[in-house]
């Protein structure tokens, strides 16, 4: 008697939890959504088609370049005698960096001066004798020759004595130097780097078959590794040739650095706009509709949603371009396109 009122009771735990469960599925269990209450057209959202300018956008990796760069060094060898410059600053155009003692050719200046001197009053004196008949023409032209001679020998030594005075070739910032005052420097001796950061050179290749879509001038975007920060550059140079391993094309724009925000060396990511097109149709990538035969969008007409087949290009993450089937200001439907029908009755709500 016992052992069945134990049957019945766990008989009874089994059905009450069954019957929990089910209350629960039913409570959780999503209902379908109509595809239009009865006797009434159903509720769309959809776009007016209007022109918009389409532009392709290539993505390559590039990295950024100063526009000038050079390495500092001497001409001559000898003792530093001065620097100029601080390190990391900004120096100017024909700015004297740091000089080179030149004490001997000073020396050998003023003997070179004196030679020029006397070589100057032998040729006059053998002017003025020419004149008297007192010497031959070669005589005289070989006191010419003297003197020419001398004063190549002072222009000579000048000119040394100007490459002791080491100058900037072109403005920009300066980095860190390798030696100080007292050195002896010689002409294979690094000084110190000198770069021109405004603007800078962002460098990249893309593929051979874009190679007709990219022209002189032609504006892009970048961005740098650690900012979201969008930059704007132009393209000022085109590789002549295709490199015959990568098959790229190398290219080279220009960028505004005024604030000093971008750093020689650094990764850019590029983006290039091609083939531009103005006016073009755009709609949005969930109204178009893969059929057997193609593509298809549903079109407002009449109060009803028609059918349209459709062909179409290039695409963006949100839009995707028609060249046919729909024109300028059609009502495009873009929401519960998967329940819509040819000829079904809508009731469309236009999107800004």
Do not use: W
């Amino acid at each position: 008697m016992k052992r069945k009122y134990i049957y019945l009771i766990i008989l009874i735990g089994v059905v009450a939890f069954a019957s929990y469960k089910f209350s629960k599925k039913k409570e959780n269990k999503i209902e379908a959504p109509t595809e239009a209450p009865k006797g009434g057209p159903m509720e769309v959202k959809a776009i007016v088609v209007k022109p918009k300018n389409f532009a392709n956008t290539l993505t390559a990796s590039g990295s950024i370049e100063p526009n000038e760069q050079v390495q500092i060094r001497s001409e001559v060898s000898g003792i530093i005698r001065n620097l100029y410059f601080q390190e990391g600053s900004y120096v100017q155009k024909g700015q004297i960096l740091f000089n080179i003692d030149d004490t001997e050719l000073q020396a050998q200046l003023l003997q070179k001066q004196t030679e020029e001197k006397l070589a100057e009053d032998n040729a006059r004196r053998a002017a003025l004798l020419l004149e008297k008949e007192a010497i031959s023409t070669q005589e005289n032209d070989v006191a010419y020759a003297d003197l020419q001679s001398a004063k190549a020998q002072t222009q000579l030594v000048e000119a040394q004595i100007a490459k002791t005075k080491v100058r900037a070739p072109f403005s920009g910032k300066i980095g860190l130097r390798s030696v100080s005052a007292g050195e002896y420097l010689t002409p294979t001796t690094v000084v110190a780097n000198l770069v021109s950061t405004n603007p800078v050179k962002i460098s990249f290749s893309i593929p051979e078959k874009y190679t007709a879509q990219i022209k002189e001038g032609q504006p892009l975007s970048f961005m740098v590794s650690g900012s979201n920060k969008h930059y704007s550059a132009k393209i000022y140079a085109i590789e002549p040739g295709i490199d015959a391993i990568t098959r790229t094309i190398q290219i080279r724009a220009l960028a505004a650095n005024d604030s000093g925000e971008l750093y020689p060396g650094s990764f850019a990511r590029v983006e290039l706009p091609i083939n531009m097109i103005k006016e073009a149709i755009l709609i949005p990538t969930e109204a178009v509709i893969p059929v057997q035969d193609g593509k298809q969008v549903f079109v407002y007409k009449n109060g009803k949603a028609s059918a349209v087949p459709i062909e179409t290009d290039s695409r963006t993450s949100t839009d995707i371009l028609v060249n046919s089937g729909i024109k300028m200001g059609d009502t495009v439907l873009t929401s519960g396109i998967m329940s819509l029908k040819d000829g079904m009755s809508v009731h469309v709500s236009i999107n800004p």
